[in-house]
C-alpha cells in the first residue's frame, strides 16, 4: 500500500512537473512571438514610403486648392499655370511649384530646425539619417563646388537638399517629371523656375 502511495505521489509529481514546463514553454513561445511580431510591426511601420504630399499640399492641387488651404502666397514668380507660390513662416520658406496650373512638387526650406518632418527625417538630420531611411540607391546630385548634395529618391517622390551635412531642403515631387531643384552656383542669375540649396 505504501508503495502504491508512493507511486501515486511520485506520478502526481511527475504530472505536476510536465504541466508546470508546458506552461513554461507555452509562455515563452507566446513572448518571443509577441517579440518577433512587434520588431515586425516597427520595420513594417518605419519602412519608407510613396510620398503624395507635404505640408498640407498634394501633388495635383490646383492652384485653387492651394489658395483655399494656405491663403495667398507671401509672393509669387512666374506667370500662369507653372507659377511658383512662396509661403513665408518665419523660420520655413514653403515654396509650391505648379505646371499646367496643377502643383507638381512642394518644398520646404530652412536652416533654423523648423519642427518639419518628412518620414521621419527633419531639418539639422544628416545623409546617414536619410540613407538609413530610405536605402542609397537614390540619386545623389552635388554642386559645382562641392558644397551641396541633393539626394533624391524617385521611387518616393521625395528630395532632401543638404549642406555640410545637414538638412535644409525637402520637398515631395510628381516623379513623372525631372525634379525642380537646383543649386544657386550652377543657376543663371536670373533663373528663379526652382528652389535652391544655399541662401
Known amino acids: 500500500m ?22 513554461a514553454v507555452t509562455a515563452i513561445c507566446i513572448a518571443a512571438l509577441g517579440l518577433v511580431f512587434s520588431l515586425s510591426f516597427n520595420l513594417y511601420k518605419s519602412r519608407p514610403l510613396l510620398q503624395n504630399e507635404l505640408w ?31 509661403y513665408y513662416l518665419g523660420d520655413c520658406v514653403a515654396w509650391v511649384k505648379f505646371k499646367d496650373g496643377k502643383v507638381m512638387a512642394i518644398f ?6 523648423p519642427d518639419f518632418e518628412l518620414q521621419g527625417i527633419r531639418f539639422g538630420d544628416s ?3 536619410i540613407t538609413d531611411k530610405f536605402g542609397s540607391d537614390g540619386l545623389v546630385k552635388t554642386s559645382s563646388d562641392g558644397l551641396n548634395r541633393n539626394y533624391i529618391f524617385k521611387k518616393y517622390q521625395v528630395v532632401f537638399g543638404l549642406s ?4 535644409e531642403v525637402m520637398g515631395v ?4 517629371f525631372d525634379v525642380p531643384l537646383q543649386f544657386t552656383a550652377d543657376t ?12
Not at 164 to 167: G, H, N
Open 108 to 113: 520646404l526650406l530652412s536652416t533654423r530646425k
Open 188 to 199: 543663371e542669375e536670373d533663373d528663379k523656375s526652382g528652389p535652391t540649396t544655399t541662401r
Open 2 to 23: 505504501n508503495s502504491n502511495t508512493n507511486s501515486t505521489r511520485f506520478s502526481n509529481n511527475l504530472s505536476r512537473r510536465k504541466i508546470v514546463v508546458r506552461v
Open 164 to 167: 555640410k551635412d545637414v538638412v
Open 56 to 86: 498640407g499640399i498634394a501633388i495635383g492641387d490646383s492652384w485653387q486648392d492651394v489658395r483655399f488651404k494656405k491663403g495667398m502666397p507671401s509672393e509669387t514668380r512666374g506667370q500662369g499655370p507653372n507659377d511658383n507660390y512662396l
Open 173 to 176: 515631387f510628381n516623379n513623372a
Open 127 to 129: 545623409t546617414e539619417k
